[in-house]
């Protein structure tokens, strides 16, 4: 999911301002991005709370402008299975703050 939100706030809709949506500049996304698409699809990526924040602002930003009817086709994920990745995110940004 990390992968697919990433490239929707990149490439699948405009983002006005990617630091103060996402938290971090479209340039730095698009690098984190490229370095995604050479690791193998079994690979875990460890993100630390900076890489967090993004991919939860990403999946927000994403879960909020991709309409419901068209979320799975698009990311690969169910809109209610995203919610829940996006609680747990909240959870682990909120206990290490």
């Known amino acids: ?51 967090l924040t993004v991919f939860r602002n990403a999946l927000m930003e994403s879960l909020r402008r991709i309409h419901v009817s068209e979320f799975q086709t698009r990311t690969g994920y169910y809109p209610d299975e995203a919610q829940a990745i996006l609680e747990k995110l909240n959870r682990m940004i909120s206990s290490v703050q």
């Open 1 to 51: 999911m990390l992968h697919n939100v990433l490239n929707e706030v990149t490439h699948g809709f405009r983002v006005e301002d990617h630091q103060a949506v996402i938290g971090m500049p479209k340039s730095d996304l698009e690098q984190f991005l490229d370095y995604l698409h050479k690791l193998s699809h079994q690979r875990a990526v460890k993100l630390d709370l900076k890489w």
